[in-house]
Nanobody, 125 residues
Framework: QVQLVESGGGLVQPGGSLRVSCAAS????????VGWFRQAPGKEREGVAN????????DYAGSVKGRFTISSDNAENTVTLQMNSLKPEDTAVYYC??????????????????WGQGIQVTVSS
């Protein structure tokens, strides 16, 4: 069974850090592009970051560049999003997704064909 499972979300104060991870079962993540998306209440799902399987390059949305880092651990078959200097506007449900082509571009939901169930990240004092 092909599955993605997110973990590590929660509540953090503004300026704090949080790490969310995406674990795959039933397939190898290192052959897929993996993207992180988020969706806040009343807003569309937006791409946050991705890492592609072709050359390992990464890309970030402008709103998170310099604060978030995406990385992969092939031994653990996971992809992690490290989030620093968090802001209240980062509050959303975060989803990981995989693209079988390995490219992951463009960083929009339609590019990705396997999704996790999502995990809540709340930035609030």
């Amino acid at each position: 069974q092909v599955q993605l499972v997110e973990s590590g979300g929660g509540l953090v104060q503004p300026g704090g850090s949080l790490r969310v991870s995406c674990a795959a079962s039933g397939f190898r993540l290192d052959t897929y592009a993996v993207g992180w998306f988020r969706q806040a209440p009343g807003k569309e799902r937006e791409g946050v970051a991705n890492i592609n399987a072709v050359d390992g390059s990464t890309d970030y949305a402008g709103s998170v560049k310099g604060r978030f880092t995406i990385s992969s651990d092939n031994a653990e078959n996971t992809v992690t999003l490290q989030m620093n200097s968090l802001k209240p506007e980062d509050t959303a449900v975060y989803y990981c997704a995989a693209d079988a082509t390995g490219w992951g571009y463009p960083l929009i939901p339609a590019t990705y064909d396997t999704w996790g169930q999502g995990i809540q990240v709340t930035v609030s004092s």
